[in-house]
């Protein structure tokens, strides 16, 4: 059983900075796309960032902008997401995501994600 435990958000200023960990547990980290995806009140959840198995490809939403970096730790089974320059949009329950199978069509949609954790919140006063 795979589970996923997210850490590390908060209450921050607009500007701040914010690092988001994901601990996994039940099986390694290293053969699977490990993804961040976020859900604002009253809206879909969405794709922030994803991380190929061995961190060499990245892909970011647009919004991103520079100021998120997704980076994954696979001897301690561990992604985080380090945000920077937060803004008061960025406010949302952020979700760490891992798939059933190590091969995905693509790194964005949700549906290919069978894990979730319980999600963090990040809260960015103006």
């Known amino acids: 059983q795979v589970q996923l435990v997210e850490s590390g958000g908060g209450l921050v200023e607009s500007g701040d900075s914010l690092r988001l960990s994901c601990a996994s547990s039940?099986?390694?980290?290293?053969?699977?796309?490990m993804a961040w995806f976020r859900q604002a009140p009253g809206k879909e959840r969405e794709f922030v960032a994803a991380s190929s198995w061995v961190g060499s490809i990245v892909d970011y939403a647009d919004f991103v902008e520079g100021r998120f970096t997704i980076s994954r730790d696979n001897a301690k089974n561990t992604i985080y997401l380090q945000m920077n320059s937060l803004k008061p949009e960025d406010t949302a329950v952020y979700y760490c995501a891992a798939p059933a199978h190590s091969q995905i069509s693509s790194m964005r949609r949700r549906f290919v994600y069978e894990y979730w954790g319980q999600g963090t919140q990040v809260t960015v006063s103006s």
């Open positions: 039940g099986r390694s980290i290293s053969d699977y796309v």
